[in-house]
């Protein structure tokens, strides 16, 4: 069974200012592994995903996470935030046989400072 | 295309009575999902659809809750009784069908049904 761990419960950080989320993963095998973002009051949308191939994954808004199998981690970052990406983000792990399920991580919330 | 349809957006209800919450997935998703999400905490998956049948139910409060998608298509889940720590955000997603490589589909989420029980 997967799991997934996302040390930080809370992020602030300035406008323009470079972010990194931490993700790290369990399982047997290379997962697929997934960013989401949730506004207040919103559903989960999709930031990235990696599946296979190029560990280093460009997604929407700007944002890109590297896969690293040695560190089982899958980072989010983005090189200048916008304090329109204050919202709350979740990396997920998908098991890549069987029923194909995601488990979620239980997310860090992002504050930006003007 | 639409997105993930659920409904009610919010639900105030007292503790031991009955809710349901409807979904409608994206037009020819094969599979759905129910996730539960308490305040706080990620997403938990309680029971994932095939069509009309279900693939993973193991996190699912079997004693007072149950789901159904009889046509395969929209799907319904319900709590009854209803608890104090059922309040939660309860999200409806759906996916083409097995995520391997070759779809490259992750899920779409519904902007969730919000549940408060007092």
């Known amino acids: 069974a997967q799991s997934v761990t996302q040390p930080d419960i809370h992020i602030t950080v300035s406008e323009g200012a470079s972010l990194e989320l931490r993700c790290n993963y369990s399982?047997?095998?290379?997962?697929?592994l997934f960013w989401y973002v949730q506004s207040p009051g919103q559903g989960l949308q999709l930031l990235l995903k990696y599946f296979s191939g190029d560990t280093l994954v460009q997604g929407i808004k700007g944002f890109e996470a590297e896969f690293k199998r040695s560190q089982s981690s899958f980072n989010l970052r983005k090189p200048s935030v916008h304090w329109s990406d204050a919202a709350e983000y979740f990396c997920?792990?998908?098991?890549?046989?069987?029923?194909?399920?995601?488990?979620f991580g239980t997310g860090t919330r992002l504050k930006v400072l003007a | 295309e639409a997105g993930v349809a659920q409904s009610p957006r919010y639900k105030i209800i007292e503790k031991r009575q009955s809710v349901a919450f409807w979904c409608n997935p994206i037009?020819?998703?094969?599979?759905l999902y129910w996730y539960q999400q308490i305040l706080g905490q990620g997403p938990k998956l309680l029971i994932q659809?095939?069509?009309?049948?279900?693939?993973?139910d193991s996190q699912l409060p079997k004693d007072r809750f149950s789901a159904e998608r009889l046509k395969g298509v929209d799907s319904t889940l319900k709590i009854q009784p209803a608890k104090l720590e059922d309040s939660a955000v309860y999200l409806c997603?759906?996916?083409?069908?097995?995520?391997?490589?070759?779809?490259?589909?992750?899920?779409?989420f519904g902007s969730g049904t919000r549940l408060t029980v007092v």
């Open positions: 399982y047997g095998a290379t997962p697929y």
């Open positions: 037009s020819g998703h094969a599979t």
């Open positions: 659809f095939q069509n009309n049948g279900v693939v993973d």
């Open positions: 997920a792990v998908g098991a890549t046989s069987g029923t194909y399920k995601y488990i």
């Open positions: 997603a759906s996916s083409l069908g097995v995520n391997s490589p070759s779809t490259g589909h992750g899920y779409t």
